[in-house]
Each structure stands twice: as structure tokens, then as C-alpha cells.
């Protein structure tokens, strides 16, 4: 789900099945929650709206208001999954559901929480739009590049295998052996790695005989790293002032050879035409794991340095505005997530 409000479904059931199934056709304004294996996900519904058996549904009474209900369970969500029970999979019972003890303030306030909150989910929204309208733009325009090099060095296009000094795969042996709290040597992982950009936050860190037994794995500057699993083909550079010594955890780190821009092949990699590549073969079916062969038979165009400056100044200068908006979303964000435990909690309260 992960929305606020709901007033479609793809899946729908006819007034036969609603009597023949016992099926409850739930009123606007209820709150529905999936309740199995993904656990504490909630929208309101616009409209009479019906659910299978993966739902818990609440209908709010004179002194709630089901907005602020929504938003509650949401900043509960890590509480409602530890709730759970389950050994196939996990799912939390109406009944578990129940017994949560819930701070209400007065109903005015409620709804005044609700508002405050609803902004900001409307702002993250138009927000996020705009990010993916940039980044539809880069894309595009990434690709034409790319075709256009294709087509006019067609001689240069070559194996990304060839022309690397290496490709490779980080930690993938039970590497939180090897995580300490403090002290240790930082390991990048794939959620440190976004489009053309690298997250340092949020890095974990291996003992330093950890690194040192998978040294293998270090890292340096001017790497080419890539998602292999979840995201995969995700891919970017490790910059020059990135931290050092530098580990890897099951991703992909390549090392291009002199004649290749290790940011023109970072580019090339989150292209369309590259993507294009993967899915052909693998006959098209969408993928979910990335491996080194793949990576390595990759088909890219080499052209002179020269060729690959022009080409990074230009998709370095299109990607700018895309990381600008991309950071004032993830402002956003990070707002709303203080915002909800402070108001949610009544530590600070919103007065008329």
C-alpha cells in the first residue's frame, strides 16, 4: 500500500463473491492495515472498499480520528511487526492488535496532528514527483547520448570486462562476523549506494582482522561500484575523498583500466542501454540479482578521454538538479520522521 489515502484497487470482487465470501465491505473513512508477512502498511479508503484475510481494520469512533489513527499505527509500525506471531510468516492478530495502548488527545487536537502531518505527506509527495520527472529527463537524455556514441564509435565498443583491470564481488561469506561497533574499518554495503552518488552514512564497520583477512575487498578511489541484489545494476564511483581504508559487502566493485572514465562507465551502467542489455539477456524478465558474469559481458562504447570528459560534463551538469531535489526530499522526510513520535507522543502539544 504505502499511501495515506486509497480509492482504487487493481483487484476487484463482484456483489456475488461479497455474499458468497462473507466478505465485509468496509465504509470510507476506515483504516485498513495488512496484518501478514508485510505487517503495520495503512490507508484510509475513499470508497466501500472490501479486504482479504491479510487485513486488520479499524473503524474510528466519536473520539478518534481515523487520520490520526493512521499516523499512529504508522509510528507504531516497528512495535506491530516485534507483535507478531508466526513461524511460516509472521502475522499479528486482531486480538494482539487490541490490547495497544493509545495516547488520545482531545479530537480537535487529533485532527490538528493529523493536518500538520498530512501537509508534510504532501509536500514528500509533490516532491517526489518532481524527482522523478528530473530523473526521467536525465535518463532520456543519458540515453541519446549513449546511442549517439554507439553509432558514431561503433568500433570502440567493447566488453566492460575488457576493459577492466578487475571485476568482482565484495564480503558475501557471513560478514557480520566480522561488524564492531567502533573502531573498525568501514565497509560499504548496497544501501550506501544510490544512482551516480554514495551514501557515507550509515556505513558498518569490520574489525580490523576482518579487513585485513578479506583485503581482497578494499576499495579506492575512482571504483565503480554496483547494487548485484535488490536494486541491481545500481552503480556508482568511489570519490576521492571517501574513507580509507574501505571495505565492500556483497556488491559488485569494478576497477576500470586507463583508456576507460570510471564515471563515464558508472554513467553508461544506469543507463537505459545498458539496462536494455541486462534484461535481453535474461529474455527480458526482470531481474533481481545482478552477477559479475553479466557485468562482465556488458557492451559499451570506449571513445577517446577526450570524448568521455564531454560526455560526463554534460550528465554531471543534468544531474545536479536532481541531487539538489532528491536532498530536499530526503529533508523532508527526516522532518516528518521527527515530527510524528514528538506530536503522536503529546510531547509537544498543537494548540488551536
Not at 16 to 28: Q, Y
Not at 165 to 183: F, H, L, N
Not at 226 to 247: F, M, Y
Not at 249 to 273: E, G, Q
Amino acid at each position: 500500500m504505502g499511501v495515506s489515502r486509497i480509492a482504487d484497487t487493481e483487484t476487484k470482487v463482484s456483489d456475488r463473491s461479497l455474499a458468497e465470501c462473507s466478505l465485509t465491505l468496509n465504509p470510507p473513512g476506515t483504516v485498513l492495515m495488512t496484518s501478514r508477512a508485510t505487517i503495520g502498511f495503512v490507508a484510509v479508503n475513499d470508497v466501500p472498499m472490501a479486504t482479504n484475510q491479510g487485513f486488520i481494520t479499524f473503524r474510528a469512533g466519536d473520539g478518534l480520528d481515523a487520520y490520526f489513527l493512521l499516523y499512529w499505527l504508522t509510528a507504531q509500525r516497528s512495535n506491530l511487526v516485534a507483535a507478531a506471531g508466526g513461524s511460516t510468516f509472521k502475522e499479528l492478530s486482531r486480538g494482539t492488535a487490541k490490547l495497544l495502548p493509545i495516547l488520545l488527545p482531545p479530537l480537535d487536537e487529533q485532527r490538528r496532528i493529523a493536518e500538520v502531518l498530512r501537509s508534510v505527506d504532501e509536500a514528500i509527495a509533490a516532491q517526489s514527483v518532481l524527482c522523478s520527472h528530473l530523473r526521467q529527463t536525465t535518463d532520456d537524455l543519458a540515453d541519446e547520448l549513449f546511442a549517439r556514441e554507439i553509432s558514431e564509435c561503433a568500433d570502440s565498443v567493447t566488453a566492460y570486462g575488457e576493459a577492466c583491470e578487475t571485476v568482482q564481488v565484495g564480503i558475501v561469506v557471513k560478514p557480520a562476523s566480522y561488524y564492531v561497533d567502533d573502531g573498525g574499518v568501514p565497509a560499504l554495503r548496497s544501501t550506501n549506494i544510490r544512482r551516480n552518488q554514495i551514501e557515507f552514512s550509515g556505513l558498518v564497520q569490520l574489525s580490523p582482522e576482518g579487513h585485513e583477512f578479506n583485503r581482497k575487498s578494499s576499495l579506492r578511489a575512482g571504483d565503480v561500484v554496483t547494487i548485484r541484489t535488490g536494486e541491481p545494476g545500481k552503480t556508482a564511483v568511489i570519490p576521492h575523498d571517501a574513507p580509507s581504508p574501505l571495505n565492500c559487502i556483497d556488491v559488485i566493485f569494478s576497477r576500470p583500466k586507463p583508456h576507460l572514465r570510471p564515471h563515464f562507465a558508472a554513467y553508461f551502467i544506469n543507463s537505459s542501454t545498458a539496462r536494455r542489455q541486462i534484461l535481453g539477456a535474461q529474455g527480458g524478465l526482470a531481474q533481481q540479482h545482478f552477477n559479475v558474469g553479466e557485468m562482465k559481458k556488458l557492451k559499451l562504447p570506449v571513445p577517446d578521454l577526450a570524448r568521455q570528459d564531454r560526455l560526463i560534463e554534460v550528465l554531471d551538469a543534468a544531474w545536479w538538479p536532481v541531487r539538489v531535489e532528491e536532498a530536499q526530499l530526503a529533508a523532508l522526510q527526516s522532518t516528518k520522521a521527527g515530527l510524528m513520535p514528538t506530536l503522536l507522543s503529546g510531547r509537544v502539544r498543537v494548540p488551536a
